[in-house]
């Protein structure tokens, strides 16, 4: 399965990266939000892990985006952010995130097992 991580903080991309190497994923990453929808575009991730807080293209964007892109609309987009107001939130979910995480309140551990549990809710 291959994951692509759209993080702008390099500490928490790269600590993002490697768990998710040693699990057993086939990971890509971006630095931000343009640069993610191009990787993706370019190779189809089967989850994206997506900051919202991004330089260029905000994760909304980002959201929007694949929402509108035939090629993109079915991948599973987990956000990872430090915004954790109800308003981004529902937000996020009404632009088609699959599931909603507030990085502080997370373990790298529990954010891996989400990740398992979106995907296994994209097999047949």
């Known amino acids: 399965m ?4 759209v993080e702008d903080d390099k500490f928490l991309r790269d600590l993002l990266v490697h768990k998710l190497t040693h699990e057993g994923f086939g990971v890509k990453e ?5 640069e993610g929808f191009k990787a993706a575009l370019e190779d189809p991730p089967d989850l994206v892990l997506l900051d919202l807080i991004l330089p260029r293209l905000d994760g909304f964007d980002v959201l929007e985006k694949f929402k509108k892109d035939p090629k993109l609309s079915a991948v599973p987009i987990l956000v990872l952010s430090n915004l954790g107001q109800k308003e ?4 996020a979910m009404s632009a088609g995130a699959k599931d909603f995480l507030v990085k502080s309140n997370f373990t790298l551990g529990e954010v891996v097992e989400r990740i398992k549990s979106v995907l296994k809710k994209k097999q047949p």
């Open 2 to 5: 291959k994951i692509l991580i």
């Open 30 to 34: 971006a630095f931000d939000g343009e």
């Open 88 to 91: 981004d939130i529902a937000r």
